[in-house]
């Protein structure tokens, strides 16, 4: 091989002239194995980048991090958003938690709807008992909701859970 190139660097500088030798290019034949590596490497690099940013979307915004079941108080439901018109709802949930000491809050479930035929029959239970199905996603996404968890079933819906009667 290394007599092939010498073969071939010495024709080249018999074909040039010696003001002009350092000038002369290799050959087509001699670069192009470079380039080609090169090639590959960056294509692959590029595929190889766009399928590890394709699932660390994939994992963020579409990855079911929790599945369950809620029941409470409807608290309201209200479609809005700025450019996505989502549905947004709150579940207050029976007994008290307390963020920091020496308050007390009342249990919260916030939520979004994604399909519309849920949200009407939602609308409609409104101050009622309802349990509901949900999935909890790692974020939110603008066109699904501003909360991380999609409520996909409802289970129940009453109108007195039983213990709306008091003790006196």
């Known amino acids: 091989m290394r ?61 079911v991090f929790g599945e369950g079941v809620k029941a409470g108080n409807l608290n309201f439901l209200v479609k809005k958003g700025y450019v996505f018109k989502t549905w947004e709802g709150r579940l207050i949930q029976t007994g008290f938690k307390t963020p920091k000491p020496g308050s007390m809050q009342s249990n919260e479930f916030e939520f979004s709807v994604v399909n519309d035929s849920l949200a009407h029959e939602l609308e409609r239970a409104s101050g009622k008992f309802v349990e509901v199905r949900y999935k909890e996603y790692l974020h939110a996404l603008p066109w699904r909701g501003m909360s991380n968890y999609t409520v996909t079933a409802i289970l129940r819906i009453e109108d007195d859970p039983g213990n709306s009667v008091l003790p006196f």
């Open 3 to 63: 007599r092939m190139a010498a073969e071939r660097n010495a024709s080249i500088r018999r074909d040039v002239q010696p003001a002009v030798r350092f000038l002369a290019l290799p050959r087509a034949s001699e670069g192009e194995g470079k380039s080609m590596k090169v090639k590959k490497f960056f294509w692959f690099g590029t595929v190889l980048l766009l399928l590890a940013l394709a699932v660390i979307v994939w994992w963020r915004y579409y990855f």
